[in-house]
């Protein structure tokens, strides 16, 4: 089965900036769309952005606007997420996700069929 990996995660300070990556460990997978989802402490999980391939696309929440930014390589099966000023309330898990049919309402309800086992963001106050 498809393995998502993510990687980036840390501590910052807020103001500063993070870059998470993520990875789809079989060389076969073929995504369609890729995503970044976020769950802090006592909270649901929530959307963060995503970016479509074909036709390409982007979709983020509007707390992050602004600030950050999503890129990716479908080819390589590679999303990013780069975070700048960073708030304290931008501290969660990261999930990584991606589904890999074209169906363009899936993409805009957010349903995705792989997820990675995430990666820590916390920004210090």
């Known amino acids: 089965q498809v393995q998502l990996v993510e990687s980036g995660g840390g501590l910052v300070q807020a103001g500063g900036s993070l870059r998470l990556s993520c990875v789809a460990s079989e060389r076969t997978f073929s995504s369609s769309a890729m995503a970044w989802f976020r769950q802090a402490p006592g909270k649901e999980r929530e959307f963060v952005s995503t970016?479509?391939?074909?036709?390409?696309?982007?979709r983020y929440a509007d707390s992050v606007k602004g600030r950050f930014t999503i890129s990716g390589d479908n080819v390589k099966n590679t999303v990013y997420l780069q975070m700048d000023d960073l708030k304290p309330e931008d501290t969660a898990v990261y999930y990584c996700?991606?589904?890999?049919?074209?169906?363009?309402?899936?993409?805009?309800?957010?349903?995705?069929?792989?997820w990675g086992q995430g990666t820590q963001v916390t920004v210090s106050s």
């Open positions: 970016i479509r391939w074909s036709p390409g696309s982007e």
């Open positions: 996700a991606a589904n890999d049919d074209s169906d363009w309402l899936r993409w805009l309800l957010n349903e995705y069929d792989h």
